[in-house]
């Protein structure tokens, strides 16, 4: 049952797609999450929409959309090589795109209702001692917002590591550039004697997403206890 080089790679691209997914979500995660918290504005119904539109669109179409923003003829696509030089096309970094797309609904979910339990009497109170906007939000608002964005940046990996529709849309199957553990198992399923191979790379699937979503768990009912004690 012991993994082969191949597969130990395979492994170690999927944590590393999906811990950039994460890091890259996570500020445009908790932007959102917090102008849906407290935001009042014209659009904020269509705004949530959108954020959540991956969790019902097919990742395919996701995956779609993705390949005609980032392609080289893309608007986004475009200006990344004109300026930069940069493609992410069949590249991992377009594998991380599409996880972070994929997991932001999720991460924004969870970070939203973290900053909505915030008590604003607590808010209010520090204002009224004279703490400014930014002293509140960095003293009071985010250190009780934290386990939500831990929750966030838990599940965002989870979705991350799970990720396959959109990406195998987007950057295809490459092996050791693109192919992450859902490929991967995709491709053994392909082949006549690959059977001991999805087992053990549906093994270390269900193990980190498993321990992933056990963990995401246990941070959201800490940061319940944190709230209900402050």
């Known amino acids: 049952m012991s993994l082969t080089p191949t597969e130990w790679q395979i492994v170690g691209l999927s944590l590393k797609v999906a811990l950039v997914a994460m890091a890259a979500t996570l500020p445009v995660a908790f932007a959102l999450a917090w102008m849906l918290a407290r935001g009042r504005f014209p659009g904020k ?14 990742p395919v179409v996701t995956g779609w959309l993705l390949l005609i923003a980032f392609g080289p003829h893309g608007p986004i696509g475009a200006m990344l090589q004109n300026w930069f030089g940069v493609g992410v096309l069949f590249r ?17 979910r969870a970070m939203r209702l973290s900053i909505e339990a915030v008590d604003r009497r607590l808010e209010s ?9 930014w002293r509140v939000f960095g003293g009071i608002t985010l250190p009780l917002s934290v386990p939500g964005i831990l929750a966030g940046c838990v599940l965002g990996f989870a979705r991350s590591i799970g990720e396959f529709g959109a990406t195998i849309t987007f950057v295809s199957n490459i092996p050791g550039e693109t192919r992450t553990l859902p490929l991967a198992i995709y491709s053994a399923l392909q082949l006549p004697d690959g059977d001991a191979e999805v087992l053990r790379l549906a ?20 940061g319940g206890r944190t709230l209900h004690v402050v």
Do not use: C, K, Q
């Not at 119904?45 to 097919?58: F, K, R, S, T, Y």
């Not at 193990?207 to 992933?212: E, K, V």
């Open 45 to 58: 119904v269509v705004l949530d929409a959108l954020v959540h539109l991956p969790l019902v669109l097919p």
């Open 92 to 108: 991992w970094t377009g594998a991380a795109i599409a996880a972070g797309v994929m997991a932001l609904p999720l991460m924004v």
């Open 125 to 133: 109170a520090a204002r009224t001692l004279g703490a400014g906007p």
């Open 203 to 222: 093994l270390v699937s269900v193990a980190l997403s498993l321990g992933a979503l056990i963990a995401s768990e246990l941070i959201a009912r800490r």
